[in-house]
T-cell receptor
Framework: GEDVEQSLFLSVREGDSSVINCTYTDSSSTYLYWYKQEPGAGLQLLTYIFSNMDMKQDQRLTVLLNKKDKHLSLRIADTQTGDSAIYFCAERNQAGTALIFGKGTTLSVSS | EAGVAQSPRYKIIEKRQSVAFWCNPISGHATLYWYQQILGQGPKLLIQFQNNGVVDDSQLPKDRFSAERLKGVDSTLKIQPAKLEDSAVYLC????????????????FGPGTRLTVT
């Protein structure tokens, strides 16, 4: 079956790096995603990675994919208070259409 | 470019009542999704449309939920009758569509409708 697991909470200090981890079960997943959700808002697409890549970097964001272990991580460099939000990892479902989401990781950034 | 629009933003109803939500996707996006997000969980797909046809409604509780996208643009999701466990945020998302190449894998979400059933 399809399942995505994430740790629920992460607390960091402003300026530090944050690493949010995710594991998924469907080895046939082609794309894996990171979304950000701020209170009362919808989900904002941060980045995504194709399964034939190991790493993708986009400004302060670095995505690492270990396909063998089915492990995905999101690193945020120089974390700011505005990065405080819930971060969702998602994989595409077996039909290749909709997304299967984890429960989200709440990132708290203190100054 | 305008984002995905949803209305209303909030709705409070009593159990056994009916409710409808509306979504207008990003212009030109062929694929439209409705997700249900229960507090503390990630969004779960309810139904997916490609233009005005249903691609996947396997997770939609069809005894009480219905959705339509008659002209292939905006969409409505209805619950009739509502139950307490339907309290959630209902998110609409859209993507360019299966023929749009790599960008078809990008889903853009609206702000959601928060439903409270009492």
């Amino acid at each position: 079956g399809e399942d995505v697991e994430q740790s629920l909470f992460l607390s960091v200090r402003e300026g530090d790096s944050s690493v949010i981890n995710c594991t998924y079960t469907d080895s046939s997943s082609t794309y894996l995603y990171w979304y950000k959700q701020e209170p009362g808002a919808g989900l904002q697409l941060l980045t995504y990675i194709f399964s034939n890549m190991d790493m993708k970097q986009d400004q302060r964001l670095t995505v690492l994919l270990n396909k063998k272990d089915k492990h995905l991580s999101l690193r945020i460099a120089d974390t700011q208070t505005g990065d405080s939000a819930i971060y969702f990892c998602a994989e595409r479902n077996q039909a290749g259409t909709a997304l299967i989401f984890g429960k989200g990781t709440t990132l708290s950034v203190s100054s | 470019e305008a984002g995905v629009a949803q209305s209303p933003r909030y709705k409070i109803i009593e159990k056994r009542q009916s409710v409808a939500f509306w979504c207008n996707p990003i212009s030109g996006h062929a694929t439209l999704y409705w997700y249900q997000q229960i507090l503390g969980q990630g969004p779960k797909l309810l139904i997916q449309f490609q233009n005005n046809g249903v691609v996947d409604d396997s997770q939609l509780p069809k005894d009480r939920f219905s959705a339509e996208r008659l002209k292939g643009v905006d969409s409505t999701l209805k619950i009739q009758p509502a139950k307490l466990e339907d309290s959630a945020v209902y998110l609409c998302a859209s993507s360019p569509g299966l023929l749009a190449g790599k960008s078809s894998y990008e889903q853009y979400f609206g702000p959601g409708t928060r439903l409270t059933v009492t």
